[in-house]
């Protein structure tokens, strides 16, 4: 079983900054693929950000490539969301996710990860 919290989300003005961190635990000795997803008001959820187990490979949405910086810790399974350059429609309940069995070619797949923690609410304002 893997443990999945997602911190520091919050109300930022346009144009701002937020960093987001991931933690995962429960797999001690394994590093696993991390990725961020959103889910805006009335909408599904949608992919924002993966990277690999090693690091050396992300993905980023078309939306928020240029703004937003994945990266993760090199020794444990936290993960981080460097958000720059927010804007309003970046307003979104913010989920982490886990890969155990790999996400086998598609990191923008929901469906690839194992775990999800509970989402962090991040607000941009106009």
């Known amino acids: 079983q893997v443990h999945v919290v997602e911190s520091g989300g919050g109300l930022v003005q346009a144009g701002g900054s937020l960093r987001l961190t991931c933690e995962a635990s429960?797999?001690?000795?394994?590093?696993?693929?991390i990725a961020w997803f959103r889910q805006r008001a009335g909408n599904e959820r949608e992919f924002v950000a993966a990277?690999?187990?090693?690091?050396?490979?992300?993905n980023y949405a078309d939306s928020v490539r240029g703004r937003f910086t994945i990266s993760r810790d090199g020794a444990e399974n936290t993960g981080y969301l460097q958000m720059d350059s927010l804007k309003p429609e970046d307003t979104a309940v913010y989920y982490c996710?886990?890969?155990?069995?790999?996400?086998?070619?598609?990191?923008?797949?929901?469906?690839?990860?194992?775990?999800w923690g509970q989402g962090t609410q991040v607000t941009v304002s106009s």
């Open positions: 429960g797999r001690p000795g394994s590093r696993l693929p």
């Open positions: 990277i690999t187990w090693s690091g050396d490979t992300v």
């Open positions: 996710a886990v890969s155990v069995y790999g996400p086998s070619g598609r990191p923008r797949d929901p469906n690839a990860y194992d775990y």
